[in-house]
């Protein structure tokens, strides 16, 4: 199936649901949005299911993906709140060469 294809309002809309109806309220804003980005997502899994454990993480961490907006949008992240490329990648936990590739490949489009 094709990420463009996965309706995760909805995913996310039956786990509250079903599961954790109290912190439905926490999300909403989330939820109501037109679009969710990639960063969406990450934030509602996280309000939802709370902070994963170290091998969680690791996992987590290796199996994200990150499409063209999500880049330019973390590149003007950097900008506005004036971050060297360390500063970003701890705030977004991605790799420092991650972001210096990004910015190689994305600098005309995001500054």
Not at 1 to 7: G, L, Q, S, T
Request: charge should be positive; aromatic fraction near 10%.
């Amino acid at each position: 199936m094709n990420k463009a294809n996965i309706n995760y309002k909805q995913i996310f809309r039956d786990i509250l649901e079903k599961k954790y109806p109290h912190k439905k309220e926490e999300c909403i804003s989330l939820l109501n949005k037109e679009y969710l980005s990639v960063l969406d997502v990450i934030t509602l899994n996280k309000k939802i299911f709370g902070s994963p454990n170290s091998s969680t993480k690791a996992f987590n961490q290796s199996h994200r993906a990150y499409n063209e907006s999500t880049v330019i949008h973390i590149l003007n992240f950097q900008k506005k709140h004036h971050l060297n490329n360390s500063e970003l990648a701890i705030h977004f936990k991605i790799s420092r060469h991650t972001i210096s590739k990004w910015r190689k490949e994305y600098f005309s489009i995001a500054i």
